[in-house]
């Protein structure tokens, strides 16, 4: 199984960035993306259930978007009005297992600058 995320860079505050997570190797499962600043935690940003409902951690909410597209194997996240405090690299993640996701991309950085 294999996960590639791609569009991450450097912005500056209140820009928008989307990043892209193309998977293979599964079928579609529940996925997700997190985040990892520099010294802290990897964190929850978005989830995507098989039901179709999302769930964002609270920092995020109104600014991102999680979305897929089954026919490209891809899952998305829009990320607008961005913040300096959503500086970190981004992870997508799928197949959750007792609790833990199996599968992670190697992750993309984003930078807000200003």
């Known amino acids: 199984v294999h996960l590639v995320e791609s569009g991450g860079g450097s912005v500056q505050a209140g820009g928008s960035l989307k990043l892209s997570c193309v998977f293979s190797g599964t079928s579609f499962c529940e996925m997700a993306w997190y985040r990892q600043a520099r010294g802290q935690e990897r964190e929850m940003v978005a989830i995507l259930k098989l039901s179709g409902t999302e769930i964002y951690t609270d920092s995020v909410k109104g600014r991102f978007t999680i979305d897929q597209d089954r026919s490209r194997d891809a899952l998305y996240l829009q990320m607008n009005n961005l913040k300096s405090e959503d500086t970190a690299v981004y992870y997508c993640?799928?197949?959750?297992?007792?609790?833990?996701?199996?599968?992670w991309g190697q992750g993309t950085q984003v930078a807000v600058t200003g």
């Open positions: 993640a799928a197949c959750p297992n007792s609790g833990q996701y199996l599968y």
